[in-house]
């Protein structure tokens, strides 16, 4: 670890520390979203310089996420129909949110997201009943609700980001009444096409700092797969438990950028 660190410019312990905010963040990010919010403030306590934090960033939760996906998929937990009724819609919203950042400034949603929040938490609490045990969605709601929602939650994640996957699994779930666990599964092939697309960018920008980003992803990818199968195993609790320590971790990075 001493020669690794060498490298990479880290102490020892300061590389601990992103090891574990890196499997943390693929840990919660597997289960409800929002790692994003654990792994990026950790690379830039430790002194990467933002551009190199979020490129860094997205080669790690790019291959994490991939891990996820991999395990919900061989539990047979992922609604392949959704994704391919949303995908494409999700990538044309986050191309329109990408260019509304041009003309509206992000510091009003983030600020509305701050009242908004609690009651997203609140959504938590009370589960939907009617299709718990099914990965199918009626025709109407494939055909419909699965677009717009994916166009919408794709929009807010080019134009502002955070904890778009926990987001997406609160959509899932109330809108298209997928069961949690479901619903965290079919989101991940969302998370997966917006991740890699921005790796993509970043990566031909040269703002990947690779010697920190392997291991870094070797960590995330270990907390994904143990996530996901806590999640598998568990059920709808251990969701509920992570949606609203995401929801929580979102609540606060907001509440003190915007009203600290």
């Known amino acids: ?29 597997s289960i409800a979203g929002g790692g994003g919010l654990i792994s990026l403030p950790s690379l830039l306590l430790a002194g990467v310089p933002p551009h190199m934090a979020l490129g860094t960033g997205k080669f ?32 044309v919203g986050a191309a329109v949110g990408a260019r509304l950042v041009l003309v509206v400034s992000p510091d009003v949603l ?10 997203a938490a609140l959504c938590v609490l009370f589960p939907v009943r009617s299709g718990q045990g099914s ?13 717009l929602l994916c166009f919408v939650i794709g929009m ?13 699994l609160l959509g899932l779930h109330f809108m298209l009444r997928l069961p949690l666990v479901a619903a965290s599964a079919t989101a ?48 709808a609790k251990v969701v509920r438990g992570m949606l609203f320590i995401s929801l929580a971790l979102l609540f606060g990075t907001l509440l003190h950028r915007y009203y600290a």
């Not at 790690?60 to 819609?89: D, E, K, N, P």
């Open 135 to 147: 990965l199918e969605v009626p025709r109407n709601k494939l055909l419909i609700h699965t677009p």
């Open 1 to 29: 670890m001493e020669a690794f660190a060498e490298i990479a410019g880290f102490t020892p312990a300061l590389l601990c520390f992103v090891l574990g905010a890196a499997f943390f963040a693929g840990f919660v990010d």
């Open 110 to 119: 983030g600020k509305v997201l701050v009242l908004l929040l609690p009651l």
């Open 188 to 235: 991940k092939p969302f998370n997966l096409a917006s991740n890699l697309a921005a790796f993509v960018v970043f990566m031909f920008n040269g703002s990947v700092l690779y010697s920190l980003a392997v291991p870094l992803a070797v960590a995330n990818i270990l907390g994904n797969v143990v996530g996901s199968r806590l999640a598998i195993r568990k059920g």
């Open 60 to 91: 790690m939760s790019t291959l994490g996420t991939s891990a996820a996906c991999v395990t919900y998929m061989r539990s047979g937990a992922i609604s392949w129909r959704v994704v391919a009724a949303g995908l494409f819609f999700s990538l």
């Open 156 to 168: 807010y994640d080019g134009f502002y980001g955070p904890s778009t996957g926990s987001f997406l």
